[in-house]
């Protein structure tokens, strides 16, 4: 059972639907409302396990606009999950301005363990595992792009991007 006044930040599969948690189907039945990344893409994962909660919108464009509504609702009680497209919320998707308010607010945040894609590619990468740091996204320009790619050159651990 979902703890009042809660966020919930649950993973969502990369891919294939079985790979969900049974914590995070109890967690999705359970809480007031889902924040979804894309709404239209998590209506696919939620119709698949008979989950019908409301859902909104929490992308990078409106999470600003979205933590206010957040927190008023944590605020009288309600908690909330945060589910992105595929994977963790967060890591290289959006949430961390919804997270920081909750923690300044002083409501509790739940993380789930599941799917992580980062995690996923490099346990089967064959390359080391025991030092790793992950990157995020490669910028987009060609020479900041090789500029970052540059600095890892003389590296002694696995980049993830």
Do not use: W
């Amino acid at each position: 059972m979902s703890q009042p006044g809660s966020l919930y930040i649950v993973p969502t599969p990369i891919g294939n639907l079985q790979d969900i948690t049974l914590r995070a189907l109890d967690v999705l039945r359970d809480v007031s409302a889902i924040g979804c990344e894309d709404t239209r893409h998590s209506r696919v994962l939620l119709q698949h396990f008979n989950i019908d909660k409301p859902t909104f919108a929490l992308h990078d464009h409106n999470e600003s606009a979205q933590i206010t509504k957040v927190i008023q609702r944590l605020e009288m009680g309600e908690s909330i999950a945060l589910i992105s497209d595929a994977g963790t919320p967060l890591i290289s998707d959006p949430g961390y301005g919804l997270v920081h308010a909750c923690r300044l607010a002083d409501h509790s945040v739940i993380a789930l363990p599941g799917p992580c894609a980062a995690i996923t590619a490099l346990s089967a990468s064959g390359l080391p595992t025991d030092q790793f740091m992950f990157r995020g996204f490669l910028p987009v320009k060609q020479q900041a792009k090789q500029h970052a790619i540059s600095e890892l050159n003389h590296a002694y651990y696995t980049s993830i991007f």
